[in-house]
């Protein structure tokens, strides 16, 4: 690990003014040797020290932005909505009662990533902000198209854990687990920029495929600083439910998980529907047409595996990750059934 300034934030408009760059911009020279100037900001750490780790991050500066007390709050707004500061906890949103009572699909997916002691460190915001988890990727020895190199190794090469949709030029699958389900339920997020002013987007909108971008994960403009995560005030009649299937139960990524909202009337007719399969693709990704076969009709078992056989329908596997998608087909009809049959 290369030698680096160490600096602790005490407000974000102070983190802000040190100049900090984004990740991927960080890793960004056309050597591919990783550029040796940069100011990076550290959340609750785990991949930005294992990127240091592996040799592919060589930052100059560290901002540490654990010592901001207004980006670790959640905080219930008088609409009903909710608002997570970005650095709120793994552990702390799983455990979160409102989280889990109005939002369940993201208390379940905050529940599950790594370990218990990793999801007491790992942050909502590096969660969503974390690079990609490519063997390839991860490896100083191969230059791949995302690391400004001439191919995509997995292509050819071993791509069971890779995309099965939208996987143009590249096949990583996004990593954050909670993505998925807080693009289902409809999150925003706040974005504080150096001059001090503030965007808001809908996360889903933060997310940039390999065609839009293929060097970046997101659209973090460089000197942003994501603060918070706000969800929606629920309304009558909607839940929400998480499924994934990892290789063994503990410690593991998974290789395939989905995040299912809807939204029932009272004789329990589907009006409206989100989809959202993660593992899948480089973006969290939207299964329309498994939302359409939803609205306008009960939640029975039939349905709820009618959709999930159109959620997997425009599927493009590679050679090695055919078996990811009956995984998906039978997540999918069991999220739908789980959220529809609530209490
Ligand atoms: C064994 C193991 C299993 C795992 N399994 C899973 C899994 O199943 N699902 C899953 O989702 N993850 C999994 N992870 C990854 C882990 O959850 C992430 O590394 C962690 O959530 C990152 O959060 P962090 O707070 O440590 O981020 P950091 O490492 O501190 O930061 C990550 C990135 O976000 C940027 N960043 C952080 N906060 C901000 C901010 N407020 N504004 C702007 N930029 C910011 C940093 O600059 C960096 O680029 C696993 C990790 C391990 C080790
Ligand atoms: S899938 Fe993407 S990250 Fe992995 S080797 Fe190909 S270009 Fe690189």
């Known amino acids: ?51 240091m780790k592996e040799g592919l991050l060589t930052p100059r500066r560290i901002v540490n932005l654990r010592g901001i007390p207004e980006l670790g709050r959640i905080l219930e707004g008088a609409d009903g909505s909710l ?15 409102l989280v889990a009572r109005r939002y369940r699909a993201l208390a379940q997916a905050a529940g599950l990533p790594a370990s218990p002691q990793i999801r007491n460190v ?10 990609p988890h490519c063997w390839y990727f991860r490896s100083l020895h191969h230059h791949c198209l995302r690391k400004g190199g001439a191919t995509c190794f997995a292509f050819s090469g071993e791509n ?25 339920l409809g999150a925003r997020i706040e974005l504080l920029r150096r001059d001090g002013s503030r965007r808001m987007v809908a996360l889903e909108s933060l997310f940039l495929t390999p065609e839009e971008d293929i060097r970046r994960e997101n659209d973090l403009k460089p000197g942003e600083i994501l603060a918070a995560i706000i969800l929606p005030p629920m ?6 439910w998480y499924e994934r299937q990892g290789e063994q139960d503990s410690f593991d990524w998974p290789v395939a998980e989905v995040a299912v909202v809807v939204k029932l009337d009272s004789p329990g007719i589907c009006r409206e529907a989100a989809v959202i399969l993660g593992a899948a693709a480089p973006v969290p990704y939207r299964a329309k047409a498994a939302e359409s076969a939803l609205i306008g009709k009960p939640s029975s078992a039939g349905n709820a595996r009618d959709a999930a056989r159109a959620a997997v329908a425009g599927a493009d596997p590679l050679s090695g990750n055919g078996y990811k998608l009956p995984v998906f087909e039978a997540l999918v009809a069991r999220a739908i059934l789980h959220a529809a049959n609530q209490g």
Request: hydrophobic share 50%; net charge positive.
């Open 1 to 51: 690990m290369n030698r680096f300034e160490w600096t602790s934030a005490g407000a974000v408009a102070a983190a802000a003014r040190l100049g900090p760059v984004t990740v991927a911009e960080a890793m960004a020279t056309q050597s591919g040797a990783p550029g040796t100037a940069a100011t990076v900001l550290k959340a609750g750490g785990i991949d930005l020290l294992d990127l």
């Open 122 to 131: 790992a942050t909502i915001g590096g969660n969503l902000l974390q690079r």
């Open 235 to 240: 309304k009558p009649g909607v839940r929400s």
């Open 160 to 184: 069971r854990y890779h995309a099965v949709f939208a996987h143009e030029g590249c096949a990583m699958v996004h990593p954050s687990t909670t993505a998925p389900a807080l693009v289902a």
């Open 83 to 97: 608002r997570i500061g970005s650095l709120v906890t793994l552990a702390q949103i799983a455990e979160h009662p």
